[in-house]
């Protein structure tokens, strides 16, 4: 099983709506999380990092939250736009490795 | 901004060839990795080096190599290409802290073994 688990698998929205994916984790003890954007046939792109401490970052529309106690995070997007549609990547560092999710594939349509 | 470029954006191969990865950077990293990204799978480390010349195994290491010889390239070779390591290969470095560090990706190679 994995240590990282992110939902929904897909999730299509039409442009200008916002929408909330979903990471759960066991890694345990952590340093930071971290949330990526990777474009179709692109390589992943770093876009907020959080440590234990933190319980929100953003990044332009994007906002990632962070709930240590329940371990679980999430990255809300407002008013999506068609540029937004790729996979994002949750990511749990630890002091040793480095764990990724899956991944939540965005479609942002018109 | 940090550059990360990889050697071939596609590769077919044939089994039982022996295949080069290439990956440079730019930024004067410590640290290079190599992941294979799979449907469903997430990204899986499979070697990973944090000065020229050392290396270290990650999760799925089997059937490949890794050489650093200059700070800037990290190659990646599968000795004897099988059907199952078609996949899509990503590159990546970061500064100093291994784990902490945010990681620049490249591109990726998408390689297809028949």
């Known amino acids: 099983k994995n240590q990282v688990e992110q939902s929904p698998q897909s999730l299509i929205i039409l442009e200008g709506k916002n929408c909330t994916l979903q990471c759960n984790y066991t890694v345990s003890p952590f340093s930071n999380l971290r949330w990526y954007k990777q474009d179709t046939g692109r390589g992943p792109v770093s876009l907020t990092i959080m440590t234990f401490s933190e319980n929100t970052k953003s990044n332009g529309r994007y906002t990632a939250t962070l709930d240590a106690d329940t371990k679980q995070s999430s990255l809300h997007i407002t008013a999506s736009q068609l540029s937004d549609s790729a996979s994002y990547i949750c990511?749990?560092?630890?002091?040793?490795?480095?764990?990724f999710g899956a991944g939540t594939r965005l479609t942002v349509k018109p | 901004d940090v550059k990360v470029t990889q050697s071939s954006r596609y590769l077919v191969k044939r089994t039982g060839e022996k295949v080069f990865l290439e990956c440079v950077q730019d930024?004067?990293?410590?640290?290079m990795f190599w992941y294979r990204q799979d449907p469903g799978l997430g990204l899986r480390l499979i070697y990973f080096s944090y000065d020229v010349k050392m290396k270290e195994k990650g999760d799925i290491p089997e059937g490949y190599s890794v050489s650093r010889e200059k700070k800037e390239r990290f190659s990646l070779i599968l000795e004897s290409a099988s059907t199952n390591q078609t996949s899509m290969y990503l590159c990546?470095?970061?500064?100093?802290?291994?784990?902490?560090?945010?990681?620049?990706f490249g591109p990726g190679t998408r390689l297809l073994v028949l």
């Open positions: 990511v749990v560092s630890r002091y040793n490795d480095m764990r």
């Open positions: 930024m004067d990293h410590e640290n």
């Open positions: 990546a470095s970061s500064l100093q802290g291994r784990w902490q560090e945010t990681q620049y």
